[in-house]
T-cell receptor
Framework: GAGVSQSPRYKVAKRGQDVALRCDPISGHVSLFWYQQALGQGPEFLTYFQNEAQLDKSGLPSDRFFAERPEGSVSTLKIQRTQQEDSAVYLC??????????????FGDGTRLSIL | GENVEQHPSTLSVQEGDSAVIKCTYSDSASNYFPWYKQELGKRPQLIIDIRSNVGEKKDQRIAVTLNKTAKHFSLHITETQPEDSAVYFCAAIDSWGKLQFGAGTQVVVTP
C-alpha cells in the first residue's frame, strides 16, 4: 500500500473488555514497530517484529498486552482486560530493512483507544 | 538504554523568524537521528534525518546539525510559516534499532 494503515482509528471500550488493533504496514517492509503515545508525550516503544518473528517485546507494559504478525505482514496488538491507564494512541510504524539497519520508520495514523 | 532530552517544550515565533529545537542523547552507539512533525490527531511525519557520519544536513527551510562528541543535535527551521505550527519530536535509534523519542516541542508560528 501507499502508507501504513491502522484500524480502527478510534476505539472506545469498557474497562475489562478485550480489544484488538490492526496494523497494515507498507508492502514489503521487513520491520514493524508498535508504539504507545500518551497525551502530550512522545511515542514509547512497545514491541518489534522482523518479518513474523517478534524480536523485542521489552516495552509491553504487562502480560495483558500481546502482539502478533503471523505471516510477516499485517500485525495485531491485543489488549486483554483493559484498564483506564491503557487509554492512549497506539501507533504502528514500518521500515524497509531488518534489525541493525539505521533507517526511516514510517508511521500510521494510530488508533486512539479510550477506556471508560 | 538510550535517553533523549528535548528543549524547549514550547516555542512561539513570529512568522518569518527562525526556530531552533535542541536534543541531547545518552547512548554513544546511536547513529541515526530522525525528526518528526506531528499535527493534532495526525501521524508523526518524518521531515528530516541525519546519520552519525554527517555533521549537517539541509532540506529547503529545514536543517539538522549533529555534534557526536557532545551528543547533541538540533533542528533549525528558517523563514517560519503558519503551517510549520505543530509538535516536533527528535529521536535517536538505539543499538537494538528502537527509536527513543524526546518529549516533543510545541511550535506556534504567529502571523
Amino acid at each position: 500500500g501507499a502508507g501504513v494503515s491502522q484500524s480502527p482509528r478510534y476505539k472506545v471500550a469498557k474497562r475489562g473488555q478485550d480489544v484488538a488493533l490492526r496494523c497494515d504496514p507498507i508492502s514489503g517492509h521487513v520491520s514493524l514497530f508498535w508504539y504507545q503515545q500518551a497525551l502530550g508525550q512522545g511515542p514509547e516503544f512497545l514491541t518489534y517484529f522482523q518479518n513474523e518473528a517478534q524480536l523485542d517485546k521489552s516495552g509491553l507494559p504487562s502480560d495483558r498486552f500481546f502482539a502478533e504478525r503471523p505471516e510477516g505482514s499485517v500485525s495485531t496488538l491485543k489488549i486483554q482486560r483493559t484498564q483506564q491507564e491503557d487509554s492512549a494512541v497506539y501507533l504502528c510504524a514500518s521500515s524497509q530493512y531488518g534489525q541493525g539497519e539505521s533507517q526511516p520508520q514510517h508511521f500510521g495514523d494510530g488508533t486512539r483507544l479510550s477506556i471508560l | 538504554g538510550e535517553n533523549v532530552e528535548q528543549h524547549p517544550s514550547t516555542l512561539s515565533v513570529q512568522e518569518g523568524d527562525s526556530a531552533v529545537i535542541k536534543c541531547t542523547y545518552s547512548d554513544s552507539a546511536s547513529n541515526y537521528f530522525p525528526w518528526y512533525k506531528q499535527e493534532l490527531g495526525k501521524r508523526p511525519q518524518l521531515i528530516i534525518d541525519i546519520r552519525s557520519n554527517v555533521g549537517e544536513k539541509k532540506d529547503q527551510r529545514i536543517a539538522v546539525t549533529l555534534n557526536k562528541t557532545a551528543k547533541h543535535f538540533s533542528l533549525h527551521i528558517t523563514e517560519t510559516q503558519p503551517e510549520d505550527s505543530a509538535v516536533y519530536f527528535c529521536a535517536a535509534i538505539d543499538s537494538w534499532g528502537k527509536l527513543q523519542f524526546g518529549a516533543g516541542t510545541q511550535v506556534v508560528v504567529t502571523p
